[in-house]
T-cell receptor
Framework: DAKTTQPPSMDCAEGRAANLPCNHS???????VYWYRQIHSQGPQYIIH???NNETNEMASLIITEDRKSSTLILPHATLRDTAVYYC????????????FGTGTRLTIIP | DAGVIQSPRHEVTEMGQEVTLRCKPI?????LFWYRQTMMRGLELLIY????????DSGMPEDRFSAKMPNASFSTLKIQPSEPRDSAVYFC?????????FGPGTRLLVL
C-alpha cells in the first residue's frame, strides 16, 4: 500500500513555481521521501529524494517538514515540459528496494 | 549511455499466444525491476532481481508470468498463455544506488 497522499491534480501557470504537496504521516525514521514523475507515454523519471533536510538539484527542490509528516516538491520555473504525473514515494534508501507508486498528482502547466 | 533498453516497444498478440518482453539494463547496475502499468491498477511492481537473483516476485500475478535474468545485461518477462487482461504497459528499470532508471516501456495488447 502506498504510504503517501497527494492531490489528484493541480494546475500551474508557465514560468511560475509549482508546489506539489505530499502527506506521509506514517513515515518511519529510516525512510526517505522520493519524487518521480511520468511524462505521458514515457517511463517514470527520478527527480529528487531526501531524509529530513531540504534538498535541491538541477530539477527541483524538496522541502520536508520538521516532523517529516509532509513534504513539498518545488519546480521553481515551470515549463510546458513539466506537465506530468508526479509521484511521492516513501522508501528505504537502498538500491534494491522496490518502489510502491500511488496515484500521484497530475500537474498541468498552463501557457 | 543508452539507458535502459526494452524490446519490443509495441506488441499486439492474440489470446493464448506466448509473449516475451526483453530488457537490457544500464551497464554496471546490479538491480533490475519489472513493473506493469494499467489504468485500473496504476504502476505496480511484478518482480525484481539483485545481482541476477530474483528477490521478490510477490507481484507476479499468476503462474502464467515468469521472469529470468540469465546475466547482468539481459532479462526477460514471459507471459504464457497471454490473456486480454494482460494488456498493459510493461516497464523495466535498473539501479545501482537508490535511484531507479526506467526504460521506455513495452505496450502490450492482447486481443
Amino acid at each position: 500500500d502506498a504510504k503517501t497522499t497527494q492531490p489528484p491534480s493541480m494546475d500551474c501557470a508557465e514560468g511560475r513555481a509549482a508546489n506539489l504537496p505530499c502527506n506521509h504521516s506514517t513515515i518511519s525514521g529510516n525512510e526517505y521521501v522520493y519524487w518521480y514523475r511520468q511524462i505521458h507515454s514515457q517511463g517514470p523519471q527520478y527527480i529528487i529524494h531526501g531524509l529530513k533536510n531540504n534538498e535541491t538539484n538541477e530539477m527541483a527542490s524538496l522541502i520536508i517538514t520538521e516532523d517529516r509528516k509532509s513534504s513539498t516538491l518545488i519546480l521553481p520555473h515551470a515549463t510546458l515540459r513539466d506537465t506530468a504525473v508526479y509521484y511521492c514515494i516513501v522508501n528505504l534508501n537502498f538500491g534494491n528496494e522496490k518502489l510502491t507508486f500511488g496515484t500521484g498528482t497530475r500537474l498541468t502547466i498552463i501557457p | 549511455d543508452a539507458g535502459v533498453i526494452q524490446s519490443p516497444r509495441h506488441e499486439v498478440t492474440e489470446m493464448g499466444q506466448e509473449v516475451t518482453l526483453r530488457c537490457k539494463p544500464i551497464s554496471g547496475h546490479n538491480s533490475l525491476f519489472w513493473y506493469r502499468q494499467t489504468m485500473m491498477r496504476g504502476l505496480e511492481l511484478l518482480i525484481y532481481f539483485n545481482n541476477n537473483v530474483p528477490i521478490d516476485d510477490s507481484g507476479m500475478p499468476e503462474d502464467r508470468f515468469s521472469a529470468k535474468m540469465p546475466n547482468a545485461s539481459f532479462s526477460t518477462l514471459k507471459i504464457q498463455p497471454s490473456e486480454p487482461r494482460d494488456s498493459a504497459v510493461y516497464f523495466c528499470a535498473s539501479s545501482r544506488t537508490e535511484t531507479q532508471y526506467f526504460g521506455p516501456g513495452t505496450r502490450l495488447l492482447v486481443l
